[in-house]
T-cell receptor, first 113, second 112 residues
């Protein structure tokens, strides 16, 4: 089955700096890669996703890049703000097939003012 | 458009009791997934359902756990004879297409 590895497990940055979280996956059939943000005690929220037919996607301060050959994808947050502090999860799946999301173990991001 | 609803939000059960967790998907979503999250861990897939059908239950323990998504009403995850190890947050997610999944607020189950 699919195995998703996520690094780092914790990340601390100063407000205004960039943050990068990296994930690798094992199943070359995976073609859908969402990222979720989870604040303490809250639901995971879908913040951005990418499919394997594109290499990069941006939404304001958030971007995701995908390298299919190397089977890794990354989340980039620019100009970080304290409200970006949360746990971020990457996931991999096969789109439109009913396959479940396989999640990484999460990265706890702390943005200090 | 209301989001995914789950109830109860918190559930306390003694060992050996039954736990019933409910999930109402977003309007128009016919795909429902259940995940379990242990403290400080990621989400682990349990079961995927469409109306009246279990599509994939490969992540669900063979004993004591069952799930349904009837033609009318919410999806239900049922845990019989709960044990301390069942204590976790249980999230359901719904999807219109079986790709992007939107999560409910979760049910935090505590077994005493």
């Amino acid at each position: 089955g699919e195995n998703v590895e996520q690094h780092p497990s914790t990340l601390s940055v100063q407000e205004g700096d960039s943050a990068v979280i990296k994930c690798t996956y094992s199943d070359s059939a995976s073609n859908y890669f969402p990222w979720y943000k989870q604040e303490l005690g809250k639901r995971p929220q879908l913040i951005i996703d990418i499919r394997s037919n594109v290499g990069e996607k941006k939404d304001q301060r958030i971007a995701v890049t995908l390298n299919k050959t190397a089977k890794h994808f990354s989340l980039h947050i620019t100009e970080t703000q304290p409200e970006d502090s949360a746990v971020y999860f990457c996931a991999a799946s096969i789109a439109d097939s009913g396959y479940a999301l396989n999640f990484g173990k999460g990265t706890s991001l702390l943005v200090t003012p | 458009n209301a989001g995914v609803m789950q109830n109860p939000r918190h559930l306390v059960r003694r060992r050996g009791q039954e736990a019933r967790l409910r999930c109402s998907p977003m309007k128009g979503h016919s795909h429902v997934y259940w995940y379990r999250q242990l403290p400080e861990e990621g989400l682990k897939f349990m079961v995927y359902l469409q109306k009246e059908n279990i599509i994939d239950e490969s992540g669900m323990p063979k004993e004591r756990f069952s799930a349904e998504f009837p033609k009318e009403g919410p999806s239900i995850l049922r845990i019989q004879q709960v044990v301390r190890g069942d204590s976790a947050a249980y999230f359901c997610a719904s999807s219109p297409t079986s790709s992007e999944q939107y999560f409910g607020p979760g049910t935090r189950l505590t077994v005493t």
